[in-house]
């Protein structure tokens, strides 16, 4: 159907190159609204792909044309629809294009569109049968100048099957997917050119030959590094991982050079291969990088109706010596609303972290702190100290172990009570989630074990043990949905927590365990869950159960809204969940930035305590949980 009309098409527009020639005004009319209907094909994504495709509806608003100018765009749609009807398995579709009740075919088309007014727009209809489906026939791989044995992986790859839909993305993907095998083995140099493929209308099947081409299999050259200002080589090179004569494979340089910018050292990092081997069957590899700024200020806020505002900065330099070392100084000041400023509490810290200390992926962390608490539950004026040895063992589970000490003045009740404590802190972490700050999908489990030492107070000694998890889901693919994906995400979480070794009212006051609060059971205030003293202060205790349950909506961009309940429970006999059971309800609001979602909450608690508010309200960055 749209071979038969090309000669009419040629003839209309040699007509009007004539007319223009001419100075034919009915040439220059003005431009020429119309409608647009394109009939749906049954196939969601056929449609969606047709339209997409369309210069007649990508153009209809921005683009205003005359009549020649339309039926040139009408044209051109017609050959557009037909390459999409291919791409999809159909070679036998036809194309029906109707403007003002006439085919667009039709010579004298020009003419009435000239004539008709500019309103009322004039109508557009595009009606497409995609006809029969086409499937795959003969499908074959050949590999060409390959002395060994075809690897099973680049066979595997292939998986085009006989009788499957001749689609274009399922042959051009096969063809990748065999590249991409071919250079994981080794074959850095492999090409893969465009297959032969033949379509036979008789029996509706189109052959797909492909002939591939490995080249020798190499393994990794010399490294050279280019961009480098501040920042090391040596250091660079061990925290890259690669070694000259290893296997090539891109998936290992992928994550080398993902490995390279988790430093956050590098703005950007880009390896790229040699054209050649060289003598010894290596090939060389260039590594660009582009250095971030050394020194960054970030400032950071929240704000909860039972804790009043906190404040919060810290300045950070990420290459202090030349290798990556991250010094950072934070300062927080809390409990703003309401309270005199010696009354506030605050908080200083430096940390110091030395990357790849001896092996790759082997951190050395240095923490120098001081802190003022002025709480519901205790007042605590402590300085901290901290050397810990950090190991990813993983891209996903990591692990630290080190040495703590915490020199405290406490008063809780009581006059105040001095402490020294000397604590193995020992943490394990497996993180499989999307984005820190918005999780979809993924897992989180944190594990910490700290065996303490009192070298001063009640007790001689205690363990405290604490696990936390917490899961996401995305809902729609659980509907059938995939378009919708990150729109509707179900979250959960669940700590634990065991102290062993002492009673409850021997372990120092901040290291006992609180529930309450925008961190913990929301609608409740902070840390007054749980056995109270004899003045009613929240006394904490030495088992901790924490759960929560988060619908998370969004709604279009920029906004979302939640539904949640909490609940928390702390005991005195270091049973988790066996104190009574607090719950919290309510609703949020979420506004996405770049940085991460604006989330504001308001709570309220299913069984308050006398004077507790029954609503809390909670402002920050980054999901509760």
């Not at 539904?563 to 059971?581: H, I, K, T």
């Not at 608690?605 to 402002?619: A, E, K, W």
């Amino acid at each position: 159907m749209l071979g038969a009309h090309r000669w009419r098409r040629w003839l209309r527009g040699a007509l009007v190159c004539i007319g223009l020639a001419l100075g034919n005004a009915a040439f220059a009319a003005d431009p020429q609204p119309y409608s647009l209907t394109i009939t749906p094909t049954g196939d969601a994504l056929l449609d969606q792909a047709l339209a997409d495709a369309s210069l007649l509806a990508g153009l209809r608003e921005s683009a205003p044309v005359g009549a020649f100018a339309l039926l040139t765009r009408a044209d051109s749609d017609a050959a557009r629809f037909d390459r999409v009807l291919r791409s999809f398995g159909y070679y036998d579709g036809l194309i029906e294009t109707s403007i003002a009740g006439r085919s667009s075919s039709d010579p004298a088309l020009l003419v009435i569109l000239e004539d008709m007014p500019p309103t009322p727009a004039v109508a557009v209809t595009v009606a497409i049968d995609p006809g029969p489906l086409y499937r795959l026939g003969l499908v074959r791989l050949d590999l060409v100048q390959l002395e060994a044995a075809v690897p099973k992986d680049v066979r595997s790859a292939f998986a085009l099957t006989p009788g499957e839909p001749a689609r274009a993305a399922t042959v051009l993907a096969a063809g990748q997917a065999v590249l991409g095998a071919l250079q994981e083995d080794g074959f850095a140099l492999a090409r893969v050119p465009p297959p032969d493929a033949l379509v036979d209308h008789n029996t509706r099947t189109m052959d797909v030959v492909y002939t591939a081409e490995p080249g020798p299999r190499v393994t990794i050259g010399a490294i050279s590094i280019i961009g480098l200002t501040r920042l090391r080589e040596d250091a660079v090179r061990r925290r890259l991982g690669l070694k000259s004569g290893e296997p090539f494979s891109p998936s290992r340089l992928e994550a080398a050079r993902r490995a390279l910018l988790s430093t956050g050292v590098l703005a950007w990092a880009r390896l790229t291969t040699g054209n050649a081997p060289d003598a010894d069957g290596r090939l060389p590899l260039t590594l660009e990088v582009a250095e971030r700024p050394p020194r960054v200020v970030r400032f950071a806020g929240s704000f909860s109706s039972d804790e009043g505002a906190t404040l919060s900065t810290s300045w950070t330099h990420r290459n202090l010596f030349g290798g990556g070392e991250q010094l950072t100084l934070r300062g927080d000041v809390g409990q703003l609303a309401g309270n005199r400023a010696d009354d506030w509490s605050w908080l200083v810290n430096a940390a110091l972290r030395i990357p790849d200390l001896w092996l790759r992926d082997l951190d050395l962390r240095l923490d120098l702190g001081a802190v003022r608490e002025d709480l519901d539950a205790y007042d605590r004026d402590a300085v901290t100290a901290g050397i810990a040895l950090e190991r990813r063992i993983s891209s996903r589970l990591s692990g630290s172990a080190g040495l703590a000490y915490e020199r405290a003045r406490i008063s809780q009740d009581a006059p105040p009570q001095d402490y020294q404590l000397f604590s193995l802190p020992l943490n394990l972490s497996y993180d499989s989630t999307d984005n820190p700050l918005d999780p979809l999908r993924g897992l989180r489990i944190a594990a910490q074990l700290s065996p303490t030492r009192v070298l001063q107070g009640n007790a001689d000694g205690f363990v405290l043990g604490r696990l936390a998890g917490a899961g996401y889901v995305d809902l729609a693919p659980l509907i059938a949905d995939e378009a919708g994906a990150g729109r509707s995400v179900l979250a959960g979480r669940l700590v634990l927590g065991s102290i062993l070794g002492a009673a409850a009212d021997e372990v120092p006051p901040d290291w006992r365990f609180y529930a309450g609060g925008g961190g913990s059971v929301r609608g409740y205030p902070f840390q007054s869950i749980g056995p109270r003293t004899a003045s009613g202060k929240p006394s904490g205790g030495d088992g901790l159960l924490e759960a929560g349950l988060e619908l998370r909506q969004r709604f279009g961009v920029r906004w979302g809204g939640a539904a949640f309940v909490d609940a928390g429970a702390v005991s005195e006999n270091a049973v988790p969940g066996n104190g009574e059971l607090a719950v919290g309800v309510g609703l949020g609001l979420r506004y996405f930035t770049p940085v991460g979602p604006v989330r504001v909450d308001v709570a309220t608690p299913l069984d308050p305590s006398s004077g507790d508010s029954p609503v809390q309200l909670y402002i920050g960055i980054g999901q509760a949980f």
